[in-house]
């Protein structure tokens, strides 16, 4: 009901509570869409634009099934290659005796764990629901969408698989990890090389492990349930590193995404003879 001092009519109320969300009239009536004066859009729209390059780029490697090895190096879009249409690789780097899986290219059935522990990282969802969905766009700036009901219902309740994803990008990244060592082999498969395609799998490797192992399902595994830390002296030792690696979650988790990209396409470069790798020793 409008007052002297509320210029709201009865019509503007029924609209608001039709409305819903923050527009109930429960909530402080204010006319403008929000108050912030600085430019809060760059941030979620520098989120959408990153993650949609990255699904755009590992989407066109996904279907490319080609160029992927270039020996040493194997793409990690690639690996393991568990498809009987892999190209030799040699080193036991070839997993095809795993199935048939009817001519699919060999990264579509690899890219499923990463990118299903990426999808459902607790950093990952606040990025694309900030970017995408807008829900919110950003601090202070109100939820668009007239319900909320967070990840209670189908199908945001399957993001609780992300702690048994987490399982699966470890051994991912311990396969990543034996290709990364393999990259200090020349194609004849002796041992005492190094190309700068071994530092950029290198590099890689180690921005993976440090995604994975800073992220927060990892950090409750090692110190989570604990009533005492004082009694675990060692996994409290453990929760204190994985806890400063959290800290820098999202940072990681960036720059992982960028440098598994820059694995690949390097990769591309040097199996579809753009240039060849330079080689140190």
Known sequence: MATGTDPETTADAGARTARGGVDTPSRAAIPARHLRR?????APAGTAAGLLAFVVYSTWRAFANSDYYAAPYVSPFYSPCIAHNCVPMGGG???D???PWWGLSPALLVLIFPLGFRLTCYYYRKAYYR????????CAVPEPHAKYTGESRFPLILQNVHRYFFYFAVLVAGILTYDAVL????GTGAWGHMGLGTLVLLANIVLIWAYTLSCHSCRHIVGGRLRTFSKHPVRYRLWG???VLNARHMQLAWASLVSVAVADFYVYLVASGAFDDPRFF
């Open 38 to 42: 600085d430019r809060w859009w760059l």
């Open 93 to 95: 780097a070839d997993w």
């Open 97 to 99: 005796w795993i199935g």
């Open 131 to 138: 970017g995408f969905w807008a829900s919110p766009p950003a």
């Open 183 to 186: 990259g200090f082999r020349d």
């Open 241 to 243: 590193w994985v806890s």
